[in-house]
């Protein structure tokens, strides 16, 4: 069993940063880790993933150059990952729920949800214009 846990949500001002934390648990090798976000009445889409294998990270377009995903390897292996989503330049569009996912298959990230079988409770991300 996998277990995922968000937290590092708030509220901030249109221009500000925040940076997201995911606590993964339980064994994980060279599984996908994403960043999905659900805004109020949308349907959830991905931010960013990570192959543990090989540690590359790739981010939708309308995201990159503002949010960065990274993995802290000092507290990584096997049976627990530490990620992360740095978020600078917030629009209020980027206001979500924002939670993070496991996909339980080796060496194959997605970005449908559907795919993701591990799932935090999320956490909410407002910005103010």
């Known amino acids: 069993q996998v277990r995922v846990v968000e937290s590092g949500g708030g509220s901030v001002q249109a221009g500000g940063s925040l940076r997201l934390s995911c606590s993964v648990s339980g064994y994980v090798h060279k599984f996908c880790v994403a960043w999905f976000r659900q805004a109020a009445g949308k349907e959830r889409d991905g931010v960013a993933r990570i192959y543990l294998g090989s540690g590359t990270i790739d981010y939708v377009d309308n995201t990159q150059g503002r949010f960065a995903m990274s993995r802290d390897d000092a507290q990584s292996n096997d049976y627990q990952q530490m990620v992360y989503l740095q978020m600078a330049k917030l629009k209020p569009e980027d206001s979500a729920m924002y939670y993070c996912?496991?996909?339980?298959?080796?060496?194959?990230?997605?970005?449908?949800?559907?795919?993701?079988?591990?799932w935090g409770q999320g956490t909410q991300v407002t910005v103010s214009s």
């Open positions: 996912a496991v996909r339980r298959a080796i060496g194959i990230c997605s970005w449908a949800t559907r795919d993701y079988d591990y």
